[in-house]
Nanobody
Framework: QVQLVESGGGLVQAGASLRLSCAAS????????MGWFRQAPGKEREFVAT????????SYSDSVKGRFTISRDNAKNTAYLQMNSLKPEDTAVYYC????????????????WGQGTQVTVSS
């Protein structure tokens, strides 16, 4: 069992930066690929970024590539999403997720999900 808790969301102006954190329970964090997804009202949950268990592999959606950076600190059981140059269209609830051994852009590949943190970007 893995419990994930997101933090770091908030209300910011366009062009600002935020860093989201995802704290995980347990001592097997380094066996999980981690992903960030987001969901806006009336829209499906969409892939944002993912990182491999050891942190050497990453992948991003085209909409955030060049602006967002996913990272992890396995010693702290924490994954991060650094978001720069935020746009109003980035407004959504952001979720972190964990997948045993895998890292993927598909929500169905993830076994555990956090409760989400709201990110709102004003124009």
């Amino acid at each position: 069992q893995v419990q994930l808790v997101e933090s770091g969301g908030g209300l910011v102006q366009a062009g600002a930066s935020l860093r989201l954190s995802c704290a995980a329970s347990g001592r097997t964090f380094d066996t999980y690929g981690m992903g960030w997804f987001r969901q806006a009202p009336g829209k499906e949950r969409e892939f944002v970024a993912t990182i491999s268990p050891g942190g050497r592999g990453t992948s991003y959606s085209d909409s955030v590539k060049g602006r967002f950076t996913i990272s992890r600190d396995n010693a702290k059981n924490t994954a991060y999403l650094q978001m720069n140059s935020l746009k109003p269209e980035d407004t959504a609830v952001y979720y972190c997720a964990a997948s045993l051994w895998l890292y993927s852009s598909s929500p169905s590949q993830y076994n555990y999900w956090g409760q989400g943190t709201q990110v709102t970007v004003s124009s």
